[in-house]
């Protein structure tokens, strides 16, 4: 019996670890959704890019989407600070002014805002949301029968020590977008790792 349970046990851990992607030198997590989303997220949906799966849709205008996600990590170091960088990827034409204007932040469990984006690059020709301008790639969104720009666009950020208790460290990831339709964000790529 003992010698079933270790083999399950062995065949467990094979499968946990071909499910996440490989650690690089200094790396501490490392999530790139293309197996599904890890209990760390609070937003368990997958979409789909031309490059791979990303963590999303999210938009707080639609209820079909949620508006935020949270990421709780454990084991963090004691004492030192942290990098995040992830890939932000822009669905349709955010705004980075006026009464359409569109926000991205991300907040710590402290409250300490950690990013906080209010110019975007998404440019469309005109109000033709199909003929995007500078865009990554195009996607169809559940939401809208139109083909839309996205935009990826690499984040680093630097944690200091004091966001992190008990080696826990908590990040809320969160958009605020105008229209209900036409725009979403995803995340790829996530990484926490020691500067
Ligand atoms: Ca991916
Ligand atoms: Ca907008």
């Given amino acids: 019996m003992k010698t079933v349970i270790r083999l399950l046990a062995a065949a467990l851990t094979a499968a946990l670890l071909a499910a996440a992607p490989a650690l690089a030198a200094g790396e501490l997590f490392s999530f790139d959704f293309e197996n599904g989303v890890p209990e760390a997220w609070s937003a368990g949906r997958t979409f789909d890019l031309d490059q791979g799966k990303t963590l999303g849709l999210f938009n707080s205008r639609n209820p079909k989407t949620p508006a935020a996600t949270t990421l ?9 600070p942290v ?10 034409s955010w705004d980075s002014e006026g009464e ?12 300490t805002v ?5 110019a975007f690059p998404c440019k469309i020709e005109g109000d033709n949301e199909e003929k995007p301008i500078g865009n990554t790639g195009l996607c169809k969104v559940p939401a809208s029968s139109r083909l839309l720009g996205y935009w990826v666009l690499p984040q680093a950020i630097e944690i200091a020590p004091g966001e992190i208790a ?3 460290l908590e ?3 969160k958009g605020v ?5 036409v725009e979403f964000w995803a ?7 020691l500067p």
């Fill in 72 to 80: 709780r990590l454990g084991g963090l170091p004691a004492g030192k």
């Fill in 83 to 92: 990098r995040l960088t992830f890939d932000l990827v822009l669905i349709g």
């Fill in 100 to 111: 359409l204007a569109d926000l991205f932040s991300v907040i710590s469990s402290k409250g």
């Fill in 114 to 118: 950690l990013l906080d984006l209010t």
């Fill in 166 to 168: 008990d080696g826990r």
């Fill in 171 to 173: 990040l809320t990831f």
């Fill in 177 to 181: 977008t105008s229209a209900r339709k």
């Fill in 187 to 193: 995340l790829d790529n996530v990484r926490v790792s």
